[in-house]
């Protein structure tokens, strides 16, 4: 993995957390072309900052490098709120998710 995927991946991730480049740079506290600087290749972020782009658009670092997880701020939002579920309500859950992906 490169630059080139790390730019992208903000981008795609961004874009489907349903932001402006604009906004999200704002958000982050930083000048308006904060996030434009990085999809251009101008700058990268620091690690810091790459951990609260993280936090902003809602995945983990892990998340953030797997490109298998097609929705991974939705994953982690699933994660939330199945984590202090019973068995019993877990089985279910696993149960719909196997019905659906059969369907593929």
Do not use: W
């Amino acid at each position: 993995m490169d630059e080139k995927f790390i730019r992208d991946r903000i981008s795609v991730l961004r874009i489907k957390k349903g932001v402006s480049e604009y906004k999200m740079s704002l958000d982050l506290g930083h000048s308006k072309s904060y996030i434009q600087s990085i999809s251009s290749g101008k700058s990268l972020p620091s690690l810091s900052e790459f951990l609260y782009i993280c936090e902003y658009l809602g995945v983990t670092p892990k998340d953030f490098f797997d490109t298998d997880i097609r929705e991974p701020s939705m994953i982690n939002e699933l994660y939330e709120q199945v984590k202090t579920m019973q068995a019993d309500d877990l089985s279910a859950i696993i149960a719909v998710a196997k019905r659906i992906n059969a369907k593929k």
